[in-house]
Nanobody, 124 residues
Framework: QVQLQESGGGLVQAGGSLRLSCVAS????????LGWFRQAPGKEREFVSA????????YYADSVKGRFTISRDNAKNTVYLQMNSLKPEDTAVYYC?????????????????WGQGTQVTVSS
């Protein structure tokens, strides 16, 4: 059983920044692929970013490229999502996800373990 807990969400003005964190309980955290997804009211959950267990590969949705940065600290069992130049359309609940041997990093069905989510609200 892997448990994930997100933090760092909140209310921010357009153009501002937030840094989301996700702490995992897994002892073998370094072997897990990690992803960030978000879901706005009335919309499907969508891919935001992902990072491989080796940290050798990162992936970003086109809508966040150049603004968001994913990183991981295996010593702290934590994955981060640095969000800069936030826009109102970034408003959503953000979820951390993890699994081993992810093949298609952009698909939510690839991930077995999920956090409870953290709310990000960007005002115009």
């Amino acid at each position: 059983q892997v448990q994930l807990q997100e933090s760092g969400g909140g209310l921010v003005q357009a153009g501002g920044s937030l840094r989301l964190s996700c702490v995992a309980s897994a002892r073998t955290f370094n072997t897990y692929d990690l992803g960030w997804f978000r879901q706005a009211p009335g919309k499907e959950r969508e891919f935001v970013s992902a990072i491989s267990w080796s940290a050798g590969r990162t992936y970003y949705a086109d809508s966040v490229k150049g603004r968001f940065t994913i990183s991981r600290d295996n010593a702290k069992n934590t994955v981060y999502l640095q969000m800069n130049s936030l826009k109102p359309e970034d408003t959503a609940v953000y979820y951390c996800a993890a699994d081993r041997s992810v093949v298609v990093f952009t698909l939510s069905v690839e991930y077995h373990y999920w956090g409870q989510g953290t709310q990000v609200t960007v005002s115009s």
